[in-house]
């Protein structure tokens, strides 16, 4: 069974910064590919930064520079630094782990931006 818990979120003003966790635990490797997506109220769940198979990164367009994910592999964490936070990345935001036959979700933490 694989679980993965979220925490970080919060209320922040415009222009501030948030880093966001992801602990995942059960029978994880470090190949299998953890990301995050995020969802806003009366939106579908879009991707915000993942990492992929081959090792690489995936962010969204919307990103442009402002998000980093990163991940450490002797504790199955990731991480996703925002910064220059704007109040359209207000949503709920979830990590996601690729085990090949399933992807498992956590249950979201949220991030409120304010102006």
């Known amino acids: 069974q694989v679980q993965l818990v979220e925490s970080g979120g919060g209320l922040v003003q415009a222009g501030g910064s948030l880093r966001l966790s992801c602990a995942a635990s059960?029978?994880?490797?470090?190949?299998?590919?953890m990301g995050w997506y995020r969802q806003a109220p009366g939106k579908q769940r879009e991707l915000v930064a993942a990492?992929?198979?081959?090792?690489?990164?995936n962010y969204a367009a919307f990103v442009k520079g402002r998000f980093t994910i990163s991940r450490d592999s002797t504790t199955n964490t990731v991480y996703l630094q925002m910064n220059s936070l704007k109040t359209e990345d207000t949503a709920v935001y979830y990590c996601?782990?690729?085990?090949?036959?399933?992807?498992?979700w956590g249950q979201g933490t949220q991030v409120t931006v304010s102006s």
């Open positions: 996601n782990i690729d085990m090949g036959w399933r992807t498992y």
């Open positions: 059960g029978s994880i490797f470090s190949v299998n590919p």
């Open positions: 990492f992929t198979r081959g090792g690489g990164i």
